[in-house]
């Protein structure tokens, strides 16, 4: 298995509403990460974890909580939404050491009503 | 801060042409470079990299030039073809990944 499995793909959500995104990766990779990409933009970074430890948060709202309950599976908590929060939401995960290669989900597409 | 950028944000190119699309990046620390190709609705796809201890690496119809006098990289595709048609990133670190700003290759037949 070398791919990161994203789910759902897609997610309408109002602002009072409380949703997960899910990512799953069975390659043994030990770093994982969250990026959100808003239309033609780059991915930006939010979270990194290493071990299923949280080691970098880039400044992200609270609205966005990470979770990393086992080495396979990330998840995103998301509560009290903007409708500027709408974006596609990438997972990514890392093996960790001197291999250095990112494999990419294909992405949640959220959008927040 | 770190930043990676592109010169182009479009490339038009007619099928069979060799494209080239640029990379400056300014954290002169940079040690290891990334180019992705990203198609409509889908995530990033690893294309090619190379480390800092290199200047050229290539791989299938691609190749990856670094030139760390000007902080400058490039991704030449051969023969371009319409299924190339796709946003191109490159990016740049170790811990944590930095995009560019993307270019737009369009592949005419």
């Known amino acids: 298995d070398t791919e990161v499995t994203q789910t759902p793909k897609h997610l309408v959500m109002g602002m009072t509403n409380k949703k997960s995104l899910k990512c799953e990766q069975h390659m043994g990779h030990r770093a994982m990460y969250w990026y959100k990409q808003k239309a033609k933009k780059p991915p930006e970074l939010m979270f990194v974890?290493?071990?299923?430890?949280?080691?970098i948060n880039e400044s992200v709202p609270s609205r966005f909580s990470p979770e990393c309950p086992n080495s396979s599976l990330l998840n995103l908590h998301l509560h009290a939404l903007q409708p500027e929060d709408s974006a596609l939401y990438l997972c990514?995960?890392?093996?960790?050491?001197?291999?250095?290669?990112?494999?990419f989900g294909s992405g949640t597409r959220l959008t927040v009503v | 801060g770190e930043s990676v950028g592109l010169h182009l944000p479009t490339l038009s190119v007619q099928e069979g042409d060799n494209s080239i699309i640029n990379c400056a990046y300014s954290n002169s620390a940079s040690d290891y470079f990334i180019w992705y190709k990203q198609e409509s609705g889908k995530g990033p796809q690893f294309i090619i990299d190379i480390r800092s201890n290199m200047d050229k690496r290539q791989g299938q119809r691609v190749t990856v030039l670094l030139n760390k006098t000007v902080k400058h990289l490039s991704l030449q595709i051969a023969a371009t073809q319409p299924g190339d048609s796709a946003v191109y990133f490159c990016?740049?670190?170790?811990?944590?990944?930095?995009f560019g700003t993307g270019t737009r290759l369009l592949v005419s037949p």
């Open positions: 974890y290493s071990y299923e430890k949280l080691s």
């Open positions: 990016a740049e670190g170790f811990q944590k990944l930095v």
């Open positions: 990514a995960s890392r093996r960790t050491g001197k291999e250095r290669g990112y494999t």
